[in-house]
């Protein structure tokens, strides 16, 4: 396929063409040199834009339904964690070939998150090179309401969305050429974009995990100037972890990165607000710790002891755990 079949191929299979789509705010989409977008008057505009590249983002042998999806999901990660509400995304691809076969499951990925979350694909760019998907995606929010990493103060709770380590799990599986029942929790991260909005009002700071709990803790700890307590007994895990002694799996979760949930701290004042939260969006909500004077991150054990975790969290042109 060419590129100009395959950006065809693209248009004509997301659900926004270059003519205008006033549903989704669009004025001008693919199609021409750039994407003309209507900001609501009263909202900002929030962007965020991540690379996925295979053998580093991705196992090389991922499907290019699942590339698609968590190429997308880890974006919405981004807006979700600052609380916004996705609108729009532009889309780069480098593809060693086009393959009608690969493109068509690529856009079916990319479809089937973007139309849950009301995104329209508007613009991006299409080369040949090395496998790497990169997205930008632009959501809105109310101006001043979003959730940053500076906000946390001592005596606020800790909360974190959903399961943790889970992802990480199914890569060191996959690595070791171990049976793997479900490598969802790695390939179809869901972003927490409905409990992001609910969080806007309450919250004091917000993350996504994406290196790892302690790592994107750490950033929170900065900005904010505080540090935190963890009890590692409450730190929620997938079945996938069940099995394994207490260190590994806390390694797991204090470690492990791709997990793609969010990690907030709450006012004391508003505790309550997470039952409702739970039912509202569904969500797994764990209080895992808290904030307090000082800096880092102390871990206690079931038996009050304190835990030294072994990695930190995935940093590129870091070393390696
Ligand atoms: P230009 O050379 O002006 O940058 P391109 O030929 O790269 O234009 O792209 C033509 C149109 O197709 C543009 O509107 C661009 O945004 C869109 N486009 C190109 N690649 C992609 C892609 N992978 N996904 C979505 N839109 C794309
Ligand atoms: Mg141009």
Redesign the pocket.
């Known amino acids: 396929m060419k ?2 079949q ?2 065809r191929q ?2 004509q299979e ?1 659900s926004v063409s ?1 003519s205008a789509d006033s549903r989704h705010g669009v004025k001008l ?7 003309v977008l209507e900001v609501p008057a009263g909202q900002h505009l929030v962007a965020a834009t991540d690379t996925l590249n295979a053998g580093t983002h991705f196992p090389e042998d991922t499907s290019a339904y699942d590339i698609a999806y968590k190429c997308l999901a880890v974006n919405l990660s981004d807006l979700a964690a600052m609380g916004a509400t996705p609108r729009w995304a ?4 480098s593809l060693p070939g086009a393959e009608q076969e690969w493109v068509q499951a690529f856009i079916a990925g990319f479809k089937s998150l973007a139309q849950e979350h009301g995104v329209a ?6 080369t040949s090179g090395p496998l790497s998907v990169s997205l930008t995606a632009l959501g809105l929010i109310k101006p001043g309401a979003q959730l940053m990493r500076s906000g946390a103060r001592p005596g606020d709770l800790l909360v974190v969305s959903g399961s943790i380590g889970g992802a990480a799990r199914v890569l060191d599986l996959l690595k070791g050429r171990e049976p793997v029942s479900d490598r969802r929790l790695l390939d179809r991260p869901q972003p927490r974009v409905r409990l992001g909005q609910a969080l806007v009002g309450f919250a004091s700071a917000c993350i996504d995990i994406s290196d790892g709990l302690l790592a994107d803790l750490g950033h929170v700890l900065r900005a904010s100037g505080c540090g935190a307590l963890i009890h590692l007994q409450k730190l929620p895990h997938d079945e996938l972890l069940a099995g394994l002694g207490d260190r590994q799996k806390w390694d797991y979760q204090l470690s492990g990165g791709d997990d793609y949930e969010l990690l907030f701290t709450l006012p004391r004042r508003h505790e309550e607000m997470i039952q409702s939260w739970r039912r509202e969006t569904e969500t797994r909500l764990s209080v895992i710790g808290e904030i307090e004077d000082g800096e880092g991150v102390r871990c206690t054990g079931p038996d009050g002891l304190a835990y030294d975790p072994q990695y930190t969290g995935f940093e590129h042109f870091g070393r390696q755990p």
């Open positions: 590129e100009f395959l950006i693209i248009q997301t270059s989409g693919i199609g021409d040199d750039a994407a532009l889309l780069s691809l694909l508007v613009g991006g760019d299409t």
